[in-house]
């Protein structure tokens, strides 16, 4: 019988069974199967024309239902790899929202790099799961290097920092905000507080919610930013362990708060502090001083979260939580006799389940690591180099056009403005108008009592060209 076959239900006739993506025939397998994805590709976004399909949420719906007449998702009998293939990514690429398009700047949503997106196909077809070393030997090796290499450049100077790699900056939070209860929490003593700005990500408050803490103490943010005048005000009336959280990069405005003068209140009122940098935490890897500079103070927190899928043109997911010493992981650490036999473990086998909440984890160190050899400091500072003077391009570009309101200078990539003479209520219904149109994917913030529209800038590939049309499509959007 041929290799890779299955009897037959009655007759004895062989019939193919479909080939695998590791192995030694994984790579010839895959390379026809690559070449239909990427005419694939090639195809839905000639046919989307822009950042996003045109129509709204009935067109796409009815886009996706007309693509899976007939055979549906689950045929009787399959169509074969070429036609599901050929079908499905030509659908999901001209219903996308393709981050790749200058126009395309509403949310923390980077356009992945080509190596960083071919290194993770890597790790789909080897199919590592860390959570134990005999899954995943290569990959563990990998990460433990990779995540020891991150943190020491947010810690500089530590003996022993680490991270763990996560989903994003949700994981990361949570894991912050659980590893600061696990320290403080006594049996019978005070529950642990959690104190961030109204700036913070939702995952903050949400993370207290999830691992039964009382109601984290949200402080008002009128300038956008933690003020410390009113931590402190805040920290003076509490007793028993707290938690601060403050944000390098919030999510509206890309704003930094004030982390030297934070981290000094904290010290002060024996708080801990947790910086949430998932927007921002890559600068502190870029050779250019004055990216550093803004992030001055961040190494003085207990944890650190950052996220490469933002500001790190990673596919999805590429998060981590780093801390200045390993030990402060120590909590994390689980025993399941089938995935680290304690004898396992004693006779030298690396014990992963300590490395994680979740038990199965893809290889995301893989694409992080190729990225960062390929780019080098020096190529990944051009590319923040690029992006940030593009949202300051950006901003002067409308600064100086009498037909809109700039809100403030860009701190990192994102640019808050508004068209002269509109209502919120009109700002609102123009965003939702490019949506329907197809024309532009352009985010939403409130900031000092108004709405603003949000641009987002994450492509490196940006053109001032890109930047003058997208201000021309505004106009005729909103003067007409």
Same mark, same amino acid.
């Given at each position: 019988?041929?290799?890779?076959?299955? #009897? %037959?239900?009655?007759?004895?006739?062989?019939?193919?069974? *479909?080939?695998?993506?590791?192995?030694?025939?994984?790579?010839?397998?895959?390379? *026809?199967?690559?070449?239909?994805?990427?005419?694939?590709?090639?195809?839905?976004?000639?046919?989307?024309?822009? #950042?996003?399909?045109?129509?709204? #949420?009935?067109?796409?719906? %009815?886009?996706?239902? !007309?693509?899976?007449?007939?055979?549906?998702?689950?045929?009787?009998?399959?169509?074969? *790899?070429?036609?599901?293939?050929?079908?499905?990514?030509? +659908? +999901?690429?001209?219903?996308?929202?393709?981050?790749?398009?200058?126009?395309?700047?509403?949310?923390?949503?980077?356009?992945?790099?080509?190596?960083?997106?071919? !290194?993770?196909?890597?790790?789909?077809?080897?199919?590592?799961?860390?959570?134990?070393?005999?899954?995943?030997?290569?990959?563990?090796?990998?990460?433990?290097?990779?995540?020891?290499? +991150?943190?020491?450049?947010?810690?500089?100077?530590?003996?022993?920092?680490?991270?763990?790699?996560?989903?994003?900056?949700?994981?990361?939070?949570?894991?912050?905000?659980?590893?600061?209860?696990?320290?403080?929490?006594?049996?019978?003593?005070?529950?642990?507080?959690?104190?961030?700005?109204?700036?913070?990500?939702?995952?903050?408050?949400?993370?207290?919610?999830?691992?039964?803490?009382?109601?984290?103490?949200?402080?008002?943010?009128?300038?956008?930013?933690?003020?410390p005048a009113a931590l402190?005000?805040?920290?003076? %009336?509490?007793?028993?362990?707290?938690?601060?959280?403050? $944000?390098?990069?919030?999510? /509206?405005?890309?704003?930094?708060?004030?982390?030297?003068?934070?981290?000094?209140?904290?010290?002060?009122?024996?708080?801990?502090?947790?910086? /949430?940098?998932?927007?921002?935490?890559?600068?502190? =890897?870029?050779?250019?001083?004055?990216?550093?500079?803004?992030?001055?103070?961040?190494?003085?927190?207990?944890?650190?979260?950052?996220?490469?899928?933002?500001?790190?043109?990673?596919?999805?997911?590429?998060?981590?939580?780093?801390?200045?010493?390993?030990?402060?992981?120590?909590?994390?650490?689980?025993?399941?006799?089938?995935?680290?036999?304690?004898?396992? &473990?004693?006779?030298? +086998?690396? /014990?992963?389940?300590?490395?994680?909440?979740?038990?199965?984890?893809?290889?995301?160190?893989?694409?992080?690591?190729?990225?960062?050899?390929?780019?080098? @400091?020096?190529?990944? $500072?051009?590319?923040?180099?690029?992006? =940030?003077?593009?949202?300051?391009?950006?901003?002067?570009?409308?600064?100086?056009? *009498?037909?809109?309101?700039?809100?403030?200078?860009?701190?990192?990539?994102?640019?808050?403005? @508004?068209?002269?003479?509109?209502?919120?209520?009109?700002?609102?219904?123009?965003?939702?108008?490019?949506?329907?149109?197809?024309?532009?994917?352009?985010?939403?913030?409130?900031?000092?009592?108004?709405?603003?529209?949000?641009? &987002?800038?994450?492509?490196?590939?940006?053109?001032?060209a890109d930047l003058h049309?997208?201000?021309?499509? =505004?106009?005729?959007?909103?003067?007409?």
């Amino acid at each position: 019988m041929p290799a890779h076959t299955d #009897p %037959g239900p009655d007759d004895g006739t062989a019939v193919a069974l *479909p080939p695998l993506a590791g192995g030694a025939e994984g790579a010839a397998a895959l390379r *026809p199967l690559l070449g239909s994805v990427l005419a694939a590709l090639e195809h839905g976004a000639a046919a989307r024309r822009g #950042p996003l399909p045109a129509g709204g #949420p009935d067109a796409v719906t %009815g886009a996706v239902e !007309a693509a899976l007449a007939g055979p549906g998702v689950l045929p009787e009998h399959g169509t074969g *790899p070429t036609e599901a293939l050929t079908t499905l990514v030509r +659908l +999901l690429a001209a219903g996308a929202a393709d981050p790749a398009d200058p126009r395309c700047a509403a949310h923390l949503h980077t356009p992945p790099l080509a190596l960083a997106a071919a !290194a993770d196909l890597a790790a789909s077809a080897l199919n590592p799961s860390l959570d134990s070393w005999d899954q995943a030997p290569a990959a563990s090796a990998l990460e433990a290097r990779l995540t020891r290499t +991150l943190a020491a450049g947010v810690y500089p100077g530590r003996a022993d920092p680490d991270a763990v790699v996560t989903t994003g900056g949700t994981e990361s939070n949570q894991l912050a905000v659980l590893l600061a209860r696990e320290r403080h929490t006594r049996p019978g003593g005070p529950p642990l507080a959690v104190l961030h700005g109204a700036n913070a990500h939702h995952s903050v408050p949400r993370a207290a919610w999830l691992l039964g803490l009382p109601p984290a103490i949200a402080l008002p943010t009128p300038a956008g930013t933690l003020d410390p005048a009113a931590l402190d005000e805040a920290l003076a %009336g509490l007793t028993g362990p707290v938690l601060v959280t403050a $944000t390098a990069g919030t999510t /509206d405005a890309g704003l930094i708060d004030p982390l030297p003068a934070l981290a000094d209140l904290c010290d002060r009122h024996g708080a801990e502090l947790h910086v /949430d940098a998932a927007y921002g935490g890559l600068l502190a =890897l870029s050779g250019n001083p004055r990216h550093r500079a803004l992030l001055t103070g961040l190494d003085r927190a207990r944890s650190i979260t950052l996220d490469l899928h933002k500001l790190g043109w990673q596919p999805v997911a590429a998060g981590l939580l780093a801390v200045p010493d390993t030990g402060h992981l120590t909590p994390l650490g689980h025993q399941a006799d089938y995935l680290n036999a304690t004898d396992d &473990t004693e006779a030298g +086998l690396p /014990d992963l389940l300590g490395r994680s909440l979740r038990t199965t984890r893809r290889a995301d160190a893989l694409k992080i690591a190729t990225t960062l050899r390929a780019l080098g @400091r020096d190529g990944l $500072t051009r590319l923040l180099d690029h992006t =940030l003077q593009a949202a300051h391009r950006l901003a002067a570009l409308l600064e100086a056009h *009498p037909r809109f309101e700039l809100h403030a200078a860009p701190t990192l990539s994102t640019v808050l403005f @508004r068209p002269t003479g509109t209502t919120d209520e009109d700002l609102a219904a123009l965003r939702r108008t490019l949506l329907h149109g197809g024309h532009a994917v352009l985010g939403r913030a409130t900031a000092a009592g108004r709405l603003w529209l949000k641009a &987002t800038l994450l492509n490196p590939h940006t053109t001032e060209a890109d930047l003058h049309a997208l201000v021309t499509l =505004l106009e005729g959007s909103t003067h007409r």
